[in-house]
């Protein structure tokens, strides 16, 4: 088998909390196999099987992460299923996790080059649990990676993986249709459109939030509109934020994450 260049860091995302010893056990197996990678913990505290919430913070993790860093994220309901254990390897970094849309965002972010279905027993421990993957299939998986195994050898390549409604924006004509995909303590509400999709925009965007229609001015400060005043902004995560200066906005507008919004070219 080849070897590729070994990573040096393997970052952990899952919905375990730190109660339990489920994030020292991954530790464990992947110090087992490679005890000189280093392990950082992006969050255990992605609400309870929210898929939609792990892959926002990856996404916004991932960015600032050397180059060729193991990103392994275990928010995973469908643990035990078929849903299929992947390896992504995007234009950065390596995303290791189940195929349910949580690694998606932020491996689409980078640009995906392949994917591959593990599947090489070789790279798991002997005995595999149907209740915790990220044990016994995902972290020795990302060990093995860090050590320089190509992820060719983890298993077959795939072509077609989960691609949840959260990591898309649909385009139909002037239109371009995405949703919430985290409000942030602030009230801030964070929608799925990045920077690309709204370069074309000058001073205003024209949004639609459930029912309401909005022209909101885009700026580069949330103070260069007055006090409790809406505005859209491109947060620090490269993502389009609909806000009110000193205020909440998630609250005043009604609006969850989730809820669809709509982005006009025109005003």
């Known amino acids: 088998m080849g070897k590729r260049p070994k990573a040096s860091i393997i970052t952990l995302t899952t919905d375990f909390g730190l109660a339990d010893p489920y994030v020292a056990e991954m530790k464990a197996v992947i110090l087992g196999i490679n005890p000189n990678v280093e392990i950082v913990d992006i969050t255990h505290q992605v609400e309870k099987f929210n898929v939609r919430n792990g892959a926002f913070i990856i996404a916004a993790a991932a960015p600032y992460f050397p180059k060729g860093t193991i990103h392994v994220a ?3 309901p469908g643990v035990g299923t078929k849903r ?3 390896l992504i390897e995007a234009e950065k970094d390596f995303f290791i996790g189940p195929d349910n849309g949580v690694l998606v965002l932020a491996a689409k972010n980078q640009g995906i080059r392949r994917v591959y279905e593990i599947a090489n027993r070789r790279f798991m ?3 595999i649990s149907s209740t915790f993957h990220g044990r016994d299939v995902f972290a ?3 060990a093995f990676l860090s050590t320089g195994v190509k992820p060719s ?3 077959p390549e795939i072509r077609e993986i989960v691609m949840p409604r959260f990591a898309e924006v649909v385009e139909k004509g002037k239109r371009l249709i995405g949703e919430v995909i985290h409000v942030d303590s602030f009230g801030n509400i964070i929608t799925n459109f990045t920077a690309e999709h709204v370069e ?3 001073d205003y965007v024209r949004v639609r939030l459930g029912n309401k229609l909005l022209k909101l001015k885009l700026c580069k400060a949330y103070a260069e509109v007055k006090t409790q005043k809406p505005l859209a902004i491109i947060g620090s995560h490269d993502f389009l934020e ?4 000193v205020g909440n906005a998630a609250q005043f507008f009604g609006v969850k994450v989730g809820d ?3 982005l006009y070219r025109s005003l």
């Open 84 to 86: 299929k254990p992947i």
């Open 140 to 142: 020795p998986a990302a």
């Open 153 to 155: 050898d983890f298993g």
């Open 74 to 76: 275990v928010v995973d």
């Open 260 to 262: 669809p919004v709509t």
């Open 125 to 127: 421990l002997h005995r």
């Open 200 to 202: 074309s925009f000058k």
């Open 242 to 245: 609909i806000s009110i200066n």
